[in-house]
């Protein structure tokens, strides 16, 4: 998945320096030993100049509380400034898309390149007060964002724009910008008669802002769990049992060990743990986390639907869909019975072999005839193992985290004729441009072949820690746009994972689903830093939702290709690559 960072201006996605970074280290080389943190000596990696130098250093990650706050203010009150001076000296029959348009967009660039940042606090900086203010700043954007959807005088310029002749000189980038910029008034009630109408959409709006941000703080910061005996987490890999928490002698937890609902646990309990009621638990017990966001959902559906129905749409979901490639909830609808259609006897007859196999492993003194959601993973993870040889903890041992990261880079180098060059943790500066101190900071060049310029940042922060976002996401971290005297402002881009971290035993080893799940959201990594555009609101990943995720779906295929995998691996004891057939056996 990627991430939409909160627009400042979109207010319908709710719920939903100080050294020199020239030399730095390649990806080129990407042997390894199964070092304790994963970490690269440096004696065994090539020490380069990167091809050429940085137009700027990276973002710094230095803010407190206090200053998340100001510097949403005073963000907010620059851009409000040049709504008010376009307002003031631009009467409508003098509207163009240059007089309106161009300096309301630049206003925007500007604030989207500080405040995705600011915003990025609340989903992985390891300290509570940093992410409190950094959801009140969300607060503030957005608040924002819907006075100036509500802004009358701004509509009747943009209106004045969008029906004047000069559109058809427009080139495609800056028409779609004046077509989502009208669209953005209208869908906040600007096309309703002035009175109460009005007034009840900035109230919803205003809510459903609050709604989101409560609702994603509290899956944020949730560190429920289970206690269970070591019996009944039977099966479960012993590298993920030695991560988890063990109960103290006087605690609830005597005896027993604690399983969160956080990827590293949930995942290999549900593939591998042999007591069905150990499964269930863990399902029930993460299907019904956080039950204070069921209310606000609740109330969320209910406000998005009479705001949709105030606007003239019958529901929510066609007012969604009006400006995406598939543009109706029928042809959406139409599409999905087909596809059930086609897929429905495929379905039984695959469900017929998981129920054989659960009776198969139960017996037939044990089996009730049923086979529930909390058997799927356990049963499918058993069928690939025993139709298909697949052994996913052996798989995993050729693919240490930190060496396949710098594969799959030095892959997207290759595709993209790009060079990414990271920065040493030992750079005195390095601190202040991550925001902890597992992340990785890369820069990212065009290569020597392709002419050298700096593209951007790469961050990877691939550990799960209390409080940070807990699934896997790409974050904008600062978009690219191209301001009014031509110049590029060049991207920043997240990879926010939760991975097992590595133990001193051995890496953090990753499974073929693992490796889907890196290459894919690398790929929206790599959409996010060669993405080249005007305006900001269309950088990246930030374009039509229902067709960003292709770029990375399409990558997704090179692990279904059976020498990639080879090419790819390298197991963490030995080196040696992937035997042939195990890829063969994974791929079929």
């Known amino acids: 998945m990627f991430h939409v960072p909160d627009s400042p201006w979109d207010t319908d996605n709710q719920l939903t320096s100080d050294s020199d970074p020239t030399m730095r280290i390649y990806i080129g080389d990407t042997s390894e030993s199964h070092l304790q943190n994963e970490e690269l000596p440096v004696a065994s990696m090539q020490s380069k100049t990167a091809p050429g130098g940085s137009p700027h250093e990276p973002p710094l990650f230095d803010a407190t509380p206090e200053s998340l706050i100001q510097d949403s203010r005073r963000l907010i009150e620059q851009a409000r400034k040049v709504q008010d001076e376009v307002v003031n000296t631009i009467p409508p029959e003098a509207a163009t898309f240059a007089t309106v348009v161009s300096p309301l967009a630049q206003a925007e660039n500007l604030l989207a390149r500080k405040s995705h940042i600011i915003k990025l606090y609340q989903a992985v900086s390891p300290d509570p007060e940093l992410r409190d203010a950094s959801n009140r700043t969300k607060k503030l954007f957005s608040d924002f964002a819907i006075e100036t959807a509500l802004r009358e005088d701004l509509f009747v310029l943009i ?28 869908s906040n009630g600007l096309g309703l008669p002035a009175g109460p109408a009005r007034a009840r959409i900035r109230e919803i709006r ?91 959902f609740q109330e969320t559906l209910l406000l998005r639907d ?14 969604r869909l009006e400006d995406k490639m598939v543009k109706s909830p029928y042809a ?50 058993m069928m690939l193992e025993q139709r298909f040889s697949v052994d996913q903890q052996k798989f995993a041992e050729y693919f240490p985290l930190y060496t396949t990261t710098m594969a799959m880079l030095h892959t997207f180098e290759r ?60 974050f904008n971290v600062q978009p690219g746009f191209t301001d009014s005297t031509n110049t590029h402002h060049h991207p920043s881009t997240a990879l926010i994972c939760n991975f097992p971290a590595p133990m001193p035993s051995s890496p953090t080893l990753l499974k073929h ?11 929206h990594g790599i959409h996010d830093l060669v993405a080249r555009t005007t305006y900001a609101r269309f950088h990246g990943t930030m374009t039509v939702q229902d067709f960003c995720e292709a770029p990375s779906q399409m990558l997704e295929n090179w692990c279904w290709d059976i020498g990639y995998l080879q090419e790819l691996s390298s197991h963490y004891v030995t080196g040696e690559k992937l035997p042939e057939q195990m890829a063969r056996d994974v791929v079929r």
């Open 513 to 523: 689903f693992d490796l889907l799940s890196l290459f894919h959201e690398l790929g």
């Open 415 to 474: 595709l993209f004729g790009l060079a990414f060059v990271e920065y040493h943790k030992e750079d005195q500066s390095h601190a202040r441009h991550v925001w902890h101190d597992d992340v990785r900071l890369f820069g990212v060049w065009d290569s020597e072949d392709e002419g050298g310029a700096f593209i951007g940042y790469l961050y990877l922060d691939l550990y799960p820690r209390p409080g940070k976002f807990s699934h896997t996401a790409n």
């Open 206 to 296: 205003k809510r459903m802002s609050e709604l989101s941000i409560e609702f994603q703080r509290n899956l944020n910061e949730d560190s429920s769990g289970i206690w269970f005996t070591s019996e009944e987490l039977d099966g479960v890999p012993e590298d993920t049992l030695r991560r988890l928490e063990v109960g103290t002698a006087d605690g609830e937890g005597r005896g027993k060990l604690r399983l969160t609902f956080q990827y590293p646990d949930y995942f290999p309990a549900m593939d591998f743990a042999k007591n069905e009621e150990t499964r269930k638990r863990v399902f029930l017990g993460n299907e019904n986390r956080c039950k204070q966001n069921v209310p606000l």
């Open 306 to 319: 009479e705001a949709a129905r105030m606007l003239g749409y019958p529901n929510h979901a066609a007012f």
């Open 159 to 186: 209106n004045a724009v969008s029906k004047g002749s000069e559109k058809a000189d427009l080139d495609a980038e800056a028409t779609l910008y004046l077509q989502t910029e009208h669209r953005k008034y209208l």
């Open 332 to 381: 959406i609808n139409s599409f999905l019975q087909d596809l059930r259609s086609r897929l429905v006897a495929r379905r039984d007859q695959e469900l017929q072999k998981l129920k054989d196999l659960k009776q198969s492993d139960l017996g037939d003194q044990s089996y009730n005839g049923h086979y529930y959601l909390w058997d799927q993973r356990f049963y499918n993870r």
